[in-house]
């Protein structure tokens, strides 16, 4: 094993959940480095679910300057103007985590995701994009991809009710117990660039919607030049042209993606928190499974709709 | 407009919480953050350190605190502006009757316990009040929507008993570790430390004097002036060497067994302790606050290695010491808790020692824990998930969206691609007791059985009756309450302990009883055969159930052992019992096919899984 031996304090504290993963993944957390940034609700969550499974270091990037907006559905920051006045996002959320869980480190940095340099993201075992453009989830990825190490690379979003998790391991060995045998299982995992530009034609109908619904909604928003989640209603008969655009550039139907869909997209500015719980959770449990190396990882994205309530793993790769 | 809508079914609501634990803390979060302004709670625990690695709204500084107030000044934090109430108080208290729960618009049920949700299950029918019920264990959970008249309740499914094992398993034969746990816990612990006067199963006889006279003396009974030391080792001959022994006598036992080898204090330990460890006198540092354990005299510190036999011979005697030493006052009285740490480490050896003599696997500290105390695997990511499903069927019932109504399981594999399943709720069962007016049927001897029997082992155990009321046509055989007076008290305690066929109104085969429950508003008939004879080990309460819980797997033999194995439905079992319907009913939405592939549980033996499950588990593994 990884020779240290957890303390009687992480005993004691752990103890429900080393019955869980083992003594062992719960050594490999504590050694583990986490980066997050753009801290919603969803991220919020799913910072809460790794403080509290007791991972060795949180990195939190966020410069947003405290705003009303920024605590709906996020329980990191107080609603206290006098404490929060002048503070970013990330320095709010550092204070709040720190209490979750004494063990873990967590600290913030400052600075421009797009811009940060490869050996930035070398500290990192972890890497978590929340609410960012495509072209920077695209700029961070790649340097992720530079590295010698194998940086977990994640991306998650939240809609009003519906959320996309994108995964993206490199190539992932794992093991996996199969009747008695441990079977060496590995995947390979595609881009970030690669996944979201596959043609659609191929793609089994039966994928979910929102796969096709989020590309809608992320180019609309690069070639308007909004930010993440800033869509409204007035938007859609923009966001309808641009997916009857891309529906017959992809010669697939424009049933394919249903209006109503894309109406609840645009229109779903704010988080629904339920639905931050859940996507964090399952973000958590994905994060927990690569760092302990136990269990088979979601490839390579995940849907939830809090609508029909189904949680979906599709493989979308070429 | 819809959202409009939502916003003001959600601020209008009024919504019990049961539960401020592990799913409770996430809860109360999530429906604060939704927008819900009038929240109670109840929650009759304090919270403990175990409990910080999930119960993120709790601080090291709160452990020994309420959990229901804690988590509701947690939460005022961030939304400062709503209305949270909490309880710190047992549901089951006659406070929270039908009037209590008919206030709210809907109950969310983080429960822990089968007990507490059958109770709630029924105050909810009587009040009319939606349930959402939940559970978790590991990464596996599952949320449900029961409303009465339209969904199924929580009882429409049969819930498998908690497990019992064959007393000559336990007391002779025992071939899994947890055997060895159950004999160590509520045979011997219990022998030594609780209640004198409970029966119990261990031999207490020593051989040479068994034959002489019945009224041989208890080799449990320690003379006043006896060395402690000499006292354990006396103990410790007895149950690992003699009884052994006599049980080895018996040739017809062990033809298709092995045979167990008898383990004297002797041939394990030096002959005197109290040069080799300091013992009772030098670990008085360890005194006051901290708390008393055998472990830091005998140089063990890490609970999760595997000791040796030597090594459980000598917790075993240092704990035994300790007890009469530092806690002497307890003795008699003492039940096995998981968070005695002196309990745990004597209960852990004895399982061991036994262990070692019938060539059965050992375990650790930190495993013989888990098993004794039938402790929940827990994590905080499906208890957040399996929160926000509650919230997301708790809008819905508010905005009385029938139609989108599911039971939702959280899977650790997917199945059909699915990480979170949504499946319809079914309709309520017309053949359940809680539900409907489906009557019972009752086999028993009612020339034997009396009726304290009929009410420990049925109404109050089987049935979950809080404050039952027998009735027999018109005549009212028993009764639970504050408002009765003294003779009548008297007049039902003198009807418990009459054998059922010579009660005032005798009950007799083809009786028909009425059994209710009035802080439960629950009232079901039961059917009476008479039977003379019952299978001493397949029935060993000496009557049968039916139209109750036909649980097929109540010796743990028969039951699988594979974590599993509990394919989507954690509040159901753990030990394949799911009836039929349940069956067809999975195998519709095809589960997940990963029954063999387990990957998650290192440490984990089988056998722990096999009584492992937060909501079937009751406090007491029963060895009747």
């Known amino acids: 094993m990884d020779g240290e031996e957890l303390t009687e304090q992480e005993t004691a504290l752990y103890d429900r959940q080393i019955r869980v993963w083992g003594a062992g993944a719960q050594r490999r957390l504590s050694k583990s480095h986490v980066l997050v940034s753009g801290i919603k609700g969803t991220v919020a969550e799913f910072c809460k679910n790794i403080v509290l499974a007791g991972v060795g270091s949180v990195t939190l990037l966020d410069d947003r300057l405290v705003t009303e907006e920024a605590f709906n559905a996020n329980f990191l920051i107080l609603p206290d103007e006098n404490a929060y006045a002048g503070k970013t996002v990330a320095e709010i959320c550092c204070d709040s985590l720190k209490e979750f869980n004494p063990m873990v480190h967590v600290s913030i940095e400052k600075g421009d995701l797009s811009t940060l340099g490869v050996d930035f993201f070398e500290k990192f075992d972890v890497v978590i994009i929340g609410y960012s453009s495509r072209a920077t989830k695209k700029a961070v990825n790649e340097k992720c991809r530079k590295l010698k190490k194998r940086v977990a690379f994640y991306t998650v979003d939240c809609r009003g009710s519906c959320g996309e998790i994108f995964v993206d391991l490199q190539n992932y060995n794992y093991t996996k117990k199969k009747l008695d045998e441990t079977v060496e299982c590995e995947l390979t995992f595609p881009s970030f660039e690669e996944a979201v530009s596959v043609p659609w034609k191929p793609i089994p109908r039966r994928t979910a919607k929102l796969y096709f619904a989020m590309r809608v909604i992320e180019r609309f928003e690069e070639t308007e030049g909004r930010k993440p989640g800033e869509c409204s209603l007035f938007d859609l008969p923009g966001v309808l042209k641009l997916k009857k655009e891309l529906c017959e550039g992809n010669s697939v139907s424009e049933n394919h993606i249903p209006d109503s869909l894309l109406e609840r997209l645009v229109s779903g500015n704010t988080e629904f928190p339920p639905a931050c719980a859940i996507i964090g959770g399952i973000l958590g449990q994905e994060v927990i499974k690569v760092i302990s190396g136990k269990g088979e990882p979601l490839k390579n994205f995940f849907y939830f709709d809090a609508e029909d309530g189904k949680g979906v793993i599709e493989d979308i790769s070429q | ?624």
């Open chain 2, 1 to 624: 407009m819809a959202a409009l809508q939502q916003q003001s079914a959600i601020k209008g609501a009024k919504v019990l919480m049961v539960g401020a634990g592990g799913i409770g803390c996430e809860l109360l979060k999530t429906l604060a953050l939704s927008g819900f302004e009038d929240i109670h709670i109840i929650d009759m625990d304090t919270i403990e350190v175990s409990n910080l690695n999930r119960q993120f709204l709790f601080r090291r500084s709160h452990v020994g605190q309420s959990k229901a107030k804690v988590a509701r000044d947690a939460v005022l934090r961030f939304r400062p502006n709503i209305n949270i109430r909490s309880y710190h108080a047992n549901v089951k208290n006659p406070e929270f009757d039908v009037d209590f729960f008919k206030q709210f618009d809907v109950v969310l049920n983080g429960l822990d316990n089968l007990d507490a949700r059958r109770h709630v299950n029924r105050l909810c029918l009587a009040a009319e009040v939606p349930l959402v019920e939940s559970g978790t264990t590991g990464f596996l959970g599952q949320v449900t929507v029961h409303i009465k008249g339209k969904t199924e309740c929580y009882e429409c499914q049969t819930k498998p008993a908690p497990k019992t094992y064959p007393v000559c398993t336990i007391t002779s034969t025992p071939t899994k570790f947890v055997h060895c746990i159950v004999w160590a816990k509520d045979l011997l612990f219990a022998k030594l430390f609780g209640d004198k006067n409970q029966d119990n199963d261990l031999n207490v006889r020593s051989n040479n004097s068994a034959s002489s006279s019945k009224e041989t003396e208890d080799v449990f009974e320690r003379s006043e002036d006896e060395d402690i030391e000499q006292y354990g080792r006396k103990i410790y001959d007895h149950v690992f060497g003699s009884n052994i022994e006599a049980a080895l006598s018996n040739e017809e036992t062990w033809k298709n067994r092995k045979r167990p080898r008898p383990i004297y204090s002797k041939d394990v330990l030096p002959e005197s302790l109290d040069q080799q460890n300091g013992s009772t006198q030098n670990c008085s540092v360890t005194d006051g606050d901290s708390v008393v354990s055998a472990m830091p005299s005998l140089g063990l510190k890490n609970p999760q290695e595997l000791w040796g036999l030597t090594q459980n011979s000598l917790v075993f005697i240092e704990a035994l010491k300790l007890f009469f030493a530092k806690r002497k006052k307890e003795i008699g009285h003492l039940t096995f808790d998981k968070d005695d740490q002196l309990a745990v480490e004597f209960v852990t050896a004895a399982a061991n020692i036994r262990a070692e003599s019938f060539e059965i696997p050992l375990h650790s500290l930190f495993e013989a824990k888990g098993i004794a105390g039938n402790i929940v695997h827990a994590v905080a990511t499906t208890n957040a998930i399996i929160a926000g499903l509650i919230v997301i069927e708790a809008i819905k019932v508010l905005k009385k969206d029938e139609d989108k109504y599911r039971m939702t399981y959280c899977l650790e594999h997917p199945s059909r691609k699915m990480l979170l399943m949504p499946i319809e709720p079914y309709e309520p069962n017309p053949a359940c007791y809680v539900c409907s007016e489906t009557p019972l049927g009752l086999e028993i001897n009612t020339r034997k059985s009396k009726l304290r029997d009929l009410v420990d082992r049925i109404v109050k155990a089987k049935l979950g009756m809080n404050l039952p009321l027998i009735m027999h046509g018109a005549s009212l055989l028993y009764e639970v309450g504050d408002d009765l007076d003294d003779i009548m008290v008297a007049n039902y305690n003198a009807n418990l302990e009459k054998v059922l066929s010579e009660l005032p109104s005798p009950i007799v085969n083809g009786s028909i009883l009425t059994v209710e429950d009035l802080q439960q508003e629950l009232s079901c008939k039961i059917n009476v055969k008479h039977r003379e004879e019952f299978d001493e080990e397949k029935e060993p309460e000496g009557m049968v159930l039916s139209g109750w819980t036909p649980s097929p797997a109540t010796n743990g033999e028969s039951a699988s052992t594979s974590n599993n194995e509990i394919p989507v439905d954690v509040t159901e079992s753990s030990s394949g019992s799911e009836t039929a319907s349940k069956k067809r009913r999975l195998s519709e939405i095809e589960p997940c096919n990963h029954k063999k592939e387990t990957e998650n549980v290192e440490s984990e033996d089988d056998d722990i899984m096999e009584i492992e499950n937060p909501m079937i588990v009751s406090k007491k593994i029963r060895v009747e």
